[in-house]
DNA sequence: TAATATACTACTAATAAGGTAGGAATATAG
DNA sequence: CTATATTCCTACCTTATTAGTAGTATATTA
């Protein structure tokens, strides 16, 4: 159960999006730069957040992305599911009722479930604010290098 | 997070193995048609819980597998681990703490910990004992079609 | 019009997942 | 002692996914 490159990028980038909110609109050119991250894969995972509904984009020079709400209003499990899929535990038969004959009994297929609940709680209880928060705490007021 | 086949594969018949402890060595075969996965493929999935400790095989006519320990002295966690690597979510720097100059202030870094330990969490606290015990309640005494 | 951003789409390289295949070693039955 | 059944070992293979790269189009500002 590897986390994708994808989840762990998208989540720092629009963690800078949520810390710098005040600063305008952030350009991926400076994401790319604080964060590592190849500039044109970056493009592709904002776009992924905007389809999503969670971030805004402004093109043209000084343009730049910008939160879509409040981040409190973003959970992670918002920005986990944009970027990892639906579930967060990928397995055939929780997702597809009709995968399995033995769905219905099937005592395994329960314990992925609660392994799926158990990541979403942790994730549906945190917001991107939470996390500006416990930098914040850390004196890691920039998230930056 | 995609769950591996090898993991869900593996648990299905180890359980097998639970299920039917009583009645001495079980054959590959049997789980293989059993549980529709390929022989060839179980045998190696098998050859990880063997090496983990988790069962123990007879060679030769008559042979198969057993269990090495009694079921309720077999964490899903102990399964998990020996198929699906030792830690629930694979993210690098978990792992390896000189992987990142941020190890020590990054809050996402906190969040897929959190994550690890939920998931962790629920796999310690079951036991194959526990799974067998759930299907008998279903009714589905051999777990089998 | 020049410069700066995002938007869109296609391609590519590397890695991992999910097996297959063949034969060697070992145990049992007769 | 031989036939049969079973695990053991190792190598290979095919497909899907991940993680990017690249190029060009479009929009915005100054």
Not at 87 to 102: K, P
Not at 123 to 140: F, I, P
Request: with cysteine; aromatic share 4%; net charge positive.
């Amino acid at each position: 159960m590897k986390l994708s490159t994808r989840t762990r990028y998208g989540l720092r980038a629009i963690l800078e999006l949520a810390t710098n909110q005040a600063k305008g609109p952030l350009q991926l050119k400076i994401i790319a730069r604080n964060q590592d991250i190849s500039l044109k894969y970056l493009e592709q995972l904002m776009a992924t957040l905007k389809s999503a509904g969670l971030v805004r984009s402004l093109r043209g020079s000084k343009g730049g992305y910008i939160l879509a709400k409040a981040a409190n209003q973003i959970k992670l499990s918002d920005v986990f599911s944009a970027l990892e899929g639906p579930s967060a535990i990928t397995v055939e038969c929780l997702d597809d009722n009709g995968y399995c004959v033995r769905t219905a009994d099937c005592v395994t297929r329960q314990v992925w479930a609660q392994v799926q609940q158990a990541v979403m709680g942790v994730l549906e209880s945190l917001t991107l604010q939470d996390l500006v928060d416990r930098a914040k705490e850390k004196g890691n007021l920039d998230y930056q290098i």
